[in-house]
């Protein structure tokens, strides 16, 4: 070989070179820009069973029906109503503008963005606080226990969905100490859903665990992130109203919970579901956590990993889940779409138990944490697992009543033109939607009228119970405008129609006449409508 030229380098051991190919992958996985594309499609593979039926739950449609009146000039709170704030409203009506009011299928989309960035997001506050190892785990963890609830609930476009992007961010921006953004991300959640406000209390925490200089302006920049946006849609929409039917119009509702029996009966169902897919995540629990961290352990190989634990993020998870446990127990209904909103913090307390099992493993011998990075990578395919077991049966659920629904409007749409007005005495306002009629009043379903909801006290059910000056408003706009068709959904139900004299009025005097029957429901139309 000639003098000066080099030799060229041996090729690497089949061993080495694989070693070398692991670590490059393992390194693009921990990174956000390769966690993203991947807990996009993780996200899509749960919600694929999303797109499979036309609706979920009369939450989709309740607000597709209120998209619709929006589209055509219609006032949120004034022309239709509901107890809920505008922002999800506003996502259906844009998204019914570019793709028409008949599908769902880009709010679905929406819903998949929603729950991708949750998981990043809580994969992000993952990674910064117990190092690179922990993010894509928590991300795949908050994807794969969505999956767990019963399917109307796991699968359906609605609030709660919407609502936890941003409250997994409000944390996010409190851990990096940009205190506005996390106002602002908390105002969003508030706008999607009222207990959206709940991780107000653990990033108040974030800022009093801060500087004690730096607390009189971090907190007025929390108070304006989240009082500012609120106000502004108060002024939009009215005062009146939007202070009305988000914060005052439920309190008949929260006065008639449902009994002992069906109130454990329902928590503990999805509490269990939910215990599937982190079961996995009970083989890295240590038999105690310690009460301080080691010694540093930087001689061993792989600590750099390893991030500082503070007992102020400890704090702040706790607080975190108890807050949203107190959103899910708001009215005692404990509806399965409630408890999405304690996956970010479930999710991160099950990380920060494999970090500490994971450090113990550490302190004992370096090789500890592959071990153990072998038992949480187990974990989370039966996270995985779970999650495809659940959307196999996802696969073959149906939405309740989605076969009388369909078939009621399909009679709606024989017996009645485009544009003519319907009234439905159901609790399913679906039918409005499918059927492409409009609503004869502000008030969607019987709910509002009677204070009937599922598994409610049906003792506290009639028209007394109703939202104040629902009746009133109802009488006026039934004479102002009387409806094409009237729909009486009732039967089998503790507000059977004939127990409501303003409604037999309407139909005896109002010259309806029986025209069909679907299922139970019957169908009057007026004399030439």
Not at 134 to 155: H, I, R, W
Request: glycine share 10%.
């Amino acid at each position: 070989m000639p003098i000066g030229v080099s030799a060229p380098a041996a090729p690497a051991p089949p061993q080495t070179a694989g070693r070398t190919a692991r670590r490059r992958t393992a390194g693009w996985t921990r990174h956000p820009a390769g966690q993203a594309p991947l807990l996009m499609l993780l996200a899509l593979a749960v919600r694929a069973p999303s797109f499979r039926r036309p609706f979920w739950s009369p939450d989709e449609g309740y607000l597709g029906t209120e998209a619709v009146a929006l589209r055509h000039g219609g006032r949120l709170y004034t022309d239709v109503v509901d107890r809920k704030p505008p922002l999800v409203p506003w996502l259906y009506e844009a998204c019914f503008g570019l793709t028409g009011p008949g599908t769902l299928w880009l709010v679905r989309l929406c819903a998949v963005a929603a729950l991708a960035l949750t998981a990043l997001f809580v994969a992000r506050l993952a990674a910064r606080e117990w190092g690179p190892w922990a993010g894509l785990p928590a991300g795949v963890l908050t994807l794969a226990a969505s999956a767990a609830l019963p399917a109307p609930d796991a699968m359906a476009a609605t609030f709660e969905v919407f609502m936890l992007p941003a409250t997994a961010a409000a944390v996010y921006f409190g851990s990096r100490r940009r205190f506005l953004a996390a106002g602002l991300a908390l105002a969003a959640a508030t706008l999607t859903k009222q207990v959206g406000l709940a991780p107000l209390l653990p990033v108040a925490l974030q800022v009093l665990a801060g500087p004690r200089r730096d607390r009189l302006r971090h907190g007025a920049a929390l108070a304006a992130g989240v009082f500012l946006p609120v106000a502004g849609c108060a002024l939009l929409l009215g005062v009146r109203p939007f202070v009305f039917w988000n914060f005052l119009a439920s309190s008949s509702y929260a006065a008639s919970p449902p009994g002992t029996a069906a109130m454990c009966g329902h928590a503990g169902s999805i509490l269990l579901r939910l215990a599937v897919p982190f079961a996995g995540f009970a083989f890295l629990l240590p038999r105690r956590l310690p009460r301080r961290m080691p010694r540093p352990l930087g001689r061993w190989r792989g600590v750099t990993e390893l991030r500082p634990r503070t007992r102020t993020f400890d704090r702040v998870l706790w607080l975190w889940l108890i807050a949203s446990a107190a959103g899910v127990t708001a009215g005692f209904r404990f509806y399965g779409h409630y408890f999405l909103q304690l996956l970010p913090p479930l999710a991160l307390l099950a990380l920060r138990a494999a970090d500490s099992a994971r450090t113990r493993a550490l302190s004992r011998r370096p090789a500890g944490p592959r071990t153990r990075d072998r038992a949480l990578a187990a974990a989370c395919l039966c996270a995985v697992a779970a999650a495809a077991l659940f959307d196999a049966g996802a696969l073959r659920a149906e939405p309740p009543q989605m076969g009388k629904s369909l078939a009621l409007a399909s009679a709606l749409d024989a017996r009645s033109r485009p544009g003519q007005r319907v009234f439905l005495w159901s609790m399913h306002p679906e039918v409005y939607w499918l059927a492409g009629r409009p609503a004869a009043g502000r008030y969607l379903t019987a709910g509002l009228l009677t204070n009937f909801s599922g598994g409610a006290d049906v003792r506290r059910v009639g028209a007394r119970y109703a939202v104040p000056g629902a009746w009133a408003g109802l009488r006026r706009e039934l004479a102002a405008a009387p409806p094409c068709l009237v729909v009486d959904d009732s039967a089998g139900t503790p507000y059977p129609m004939a127990g409501y004299p303003a409604l037999v009025r309407l139909v005896r005097d109002g010259g309806y006449t029986r025209v069909a029957a679907v299922e139970g429901a019957v169908v009057y139309r007026r004399a030439g409508c």
